[in-house]
């Protein structure tokens, strides 16, 4: 079955420096890769995500990227902000995420220092 | 109702005993799932409903763990003869299912029910 590792762990920045969460994943016929944020005693929500069809999609100071032959992708953050300080899951699933179940990665824990 | 609803929100119970966790999913949403969260190990597939379609079990961790969808709305995760090992944060998330539906893979997470076995 599938399987999501994500690096780092731990992410601590200054404010409006950018930070790089990386995920690869094993399964070749995956074609759905979402990023969800968790704030902390909230369940995670969804923040952006990609299909394998496309290489990059942005949405403000974020964006991911997506490299099929590597199997890898990554979330990228510009101009961060105290606010962004959160745990960041990626996720990938092979039925395009709306049939069967995602498998996530085990999180970054991203803060942000002022 | 506006997003997931779970409870309880805390449960505190001793080795052995059964528990009962709820999930009441986004009105409409044909898809429910239930997550764990241990410390560090991320979020950890459990089981999903979609539609009146035979559950995905296959991330259920031992046959002492059960869910069940009343009525394609409501459900109930339910873990018999508890262990310390299943302290952790159990997550519930819907979503609009169905292969062609506009945001169909987008999942709404509840708050979660922290489970604690003493």
């Known amino acids: 079955g599938e399987n999501v590792e994500q690096h780092p762990s731990t992410l601590s920045v200054q404010e409006g420096d950018s930070a790089v969460i990386k995920c690869t994943y094993s399964?070749?016929?995956?074609?759905?890769f979402p990023w969800y944020k968790q704030e902390l005693g909230k369940g995670p929500q969804l923040i952006i995500d990609?299909?394998?069809?496309?290489g990059e999609k942005k949405d403000q100071r974020i964006a991911v990227t997506l490299n099929k032959t590597a199997k890898h992708f990554s979330l990228h953050i510009t101009e961060t902000q105290p606010e962004d300080s959160a745990v960041y899951f990626c996720a990938a699933s092979t039925r395009g995420g709306s049939q069967g179940n995602l498998i996530f990665g085990k999180g970054t824990k991203l803060s942000v220092k002022p | 109702g506006a997003g997931v609803s779970q409870s309880p929100s805390n449960k505190v119970t001793e080795k052995g005993k059964d528990v009962e966790l709820r999930c009441d999913p986004i009105?409409?949403?044909?898809?429910l799932y239930w997550y764990r969260q241990s410390l560090g190990q991320g979020l950890e597939f459990l089981i999903y409903?979609?539609?009146?379609?035979?559950?995905?079990k296959s991330g259920l961790p031992s046959d002492r763990f059960s869910a069940e969808r009343t009525g394609g709305s409501v459900s109930t995760l339910t873990i018999q003869r508890t262990q310390q090992e299943d302290s952790a944060v159990y997550l519930c998330a819907s979503s609009k299912g169905g292969q062609y539906r506009s945001g169909a893979n987008v999942l709404t997470f509840g708050a979660g029910s922290r489970l604690t076995v003493l």
């Open positions: 009105s409409g949403h044909t898809a």
């Open positions: 409903f979609q539609g009146n379609s035979a559950p995905d």
């Open positions: 990609i299909r394998s069809n496309v």
């Open positions: 399964d070749s016929a995956s074609n759905y």
